[in-house]
């Protein structure tokens, strides 16, 4: 019953990351660039379902994005996916979890994600020049990125709490 | 029942106990990793995991591309009574004087397909066949101008096809798929398009940027040093593209100056399609090497 309750879980918080990372936040004008609600999706379920529950979303959302986006099947699922199990086991291995930790490791995880992303695209011929990587999309998407992590991951949290879906029984601190 | 309840402790004891997380790991990596060489290595996005995953997946995004849309309407859907009053006023004065200016251009078009069959003027706009096409996805990367529109091979959409809306040239097909298209627009980084001035016919080379690639922006080089912004500054799709047809407007020129060589011209330039707001593209479904064939031919 709780894989089935966790499943429930991801698919409603994963429908609702989609829809507002490909259809509603590009549409908002303010916006200099799009915080990265996927990565802290597969972080989040990582954190609190454990590495299986990570590499599962990991994978299927970064197929969705190649299907839609860059073209290559695969390309972000595997990254997204290695990224989820990592997750996952970091949470497993975690007595408690700190909230500024869980920054340094989003932080990480953005980090890993761009490089891969800057490295491959340039190996695969599209070649960036780092400099504007870096001001124009890699800074923005990182600090909206730490921005809206909380109140995901918080909601993920309460929602899995209630219904004792964690893996990790280790108490969250502020500090 | 009992059958139904063995069979799950069966599903349960045997096969799911025993997969392992690192073992699923490790196999979905070597898929993916697999997946991205053949992809890399053919190039072939006619038959993939892609294709079959937009049949699914793109019916979904129209659907919800709607719903976007209604809750993000564009300005012109909140305009008040009394400005929507004025402007209708506007509009008929407008209309009055294009019925007028209708019928000269009527006499024109009868003078200018004289002229053209006398010309044998060939590659007009006019002449191309096209398919509209709505945009129902960004690609969700900061860094990536891509998108995906609503027309695949089933319409008759292939890779290399240029795509237009009614300001300019908008980018060009880059991957297909049986009922979607992911366009790349001109202005992704570090893609180059071979243009010219619309009547000057100065060479030059238009080149995306990701720095200005938010605000419309494109880089223009290789112009040579008679290249002279004030008097001719619309930049349109040369001739000698091998991918782009001839004549799209690309944008105006700005910002040209000379470069240390003094021999040759860099600036900027504007482009003609606003990319914040694109909704609905047209593919041209002619395309280059095709109409090089026929001009063969004749």
């Excluded at chain 1, 020049?129 to 909206?144: A, C, G, M, R, W």
């Excluded at chain 2, 009394?82 to 000269?104: C, G, I, P, S, T």
């Excluded at chain 2, 002449?127 to 969700?140: C, H, L, R, V």
């Excluded at chain 2, 990367?141 to 237009?164: A, E, L, S």
Aim: net charge negative.
């Amino acid at each position: 019953m709780t894989g089935l309750k966790r499943l429930l879980v991801i698919l409603i918080s994963g429908s609702l990351c989609f829809l507002l990372q490909l259809l509603v936040l590009p549409r908002v004008d303010f916006l200099i660039a799009l915080p990265n609600l996927i990565l802290i999706l597969v972080m989040s379920t990582g954190f609190l379902f454990g590495k299986a529950y990570g590499l599962f979303v990991g994978f299927v959302s970064g197929l969705i994005l190649d299907v839609i986006g860059t073209g290559t099947p695969g390309f972000q699922a595997l990254i997204l996916m290695l990224l989820g199990y990592a997750d996952g086991f970091l949470s497993e291995k975690m007595e408690s979890e700190i909230i500024p930790v869980l920054f340094l490791i989003l932080l990480a995880n953005e980090l890993v994600f761009h490089v891969y992303l800057y490295v491959f695209s340039f190996l695969v011929g599209g070649r960036f020049s780092l400099f504007p990587y870096l001001t124009e999309v890699f800074v923005p998407e990182i600090l909206l990125t730490l921005l809206v992590f909380l109140p995901i991951y918080g909601l993920l949290l309460f929602v899995s709490k209630r219904w004792e879906l964690r893996i990790n029984k280790g108490e969250v601190k502020v500090v | 029942m009992t059958v139904f309840s063995a069979i799950k402790a069966f599903f349960i004891n045997h096969i799911v106990s025993r997969i392992h997380a690192r073992v699923v790991l490790v196999i979905l990596s070597a898929v993916c990793v697999f997946s991205i060489l053949f992809h890399y290595f053919t190039r072939d996005d006619s038959i993939s995991i892609a294709t079959v995953l937009g049949v699914i997946v793109v019916p979904f995004q129209e659907g919800a591309n709607e719903v976007g849309s209604f809750l993000f309407r564009s300005d012109q859907n909140r305009l008040s009574l009394k400005e929507a009053k004025e402007r209708v006023a506007e509009l008929e004065e407008e209309n009055l004087q294009l019925r007028m200016k209708l019928q000269d251009a009527n006499d024109a078009v009868i003078e200018n397909e004289e002229l053209r069959a006398l010309l044998r003027a060939k590659n007009r706009l006019s002449e191309y066949e096209m398919q509209e096409a709505k945009i129902i996805g960004s690609d969700g990367v900061n860094c990536f101008n891509r998108f995906t529109i609503n027309k695949g091979t089933m319409d008759g959409v292939r890779v290399d096809m240029n795509v237009i809306n009614s300001d300019g040239l908008v980018g060009i097909v880059t991957s297909v798929g049986l009922n979607y298209a992911v366009v790349t627009a001109i202005i992704e980084d570090n893609t180059s398009v071979s243009a010219m001035t619309r009547h000057g016919h100065h060479n030059c080379i238009a080149t995306g940027d990701l720095s200005g690639s938010g605000s419309g922006i494109m880089l223009l080089s290789n112009a040579l040093a008679d290249f002279d912004e004030t008097k001719d500054n619309a930049i349109v799709t040369s001739s000698i593209s091998d991918k782009y047809l001839p004549g799209l407007l690309l944008g105006y020129a700005e910002n040209v100056v000379l470069n240390p060589d003094q021999l040759t011209k860099s600036g900027t330039i504007r482009t003609a399609v606003d990319f914040n707001r694109l909704q609905e593209v047209l593919v041209i479904t002619t395309m280059k090497e095709k109409l090089q064939e026929t001009e063969a031919e004749k």
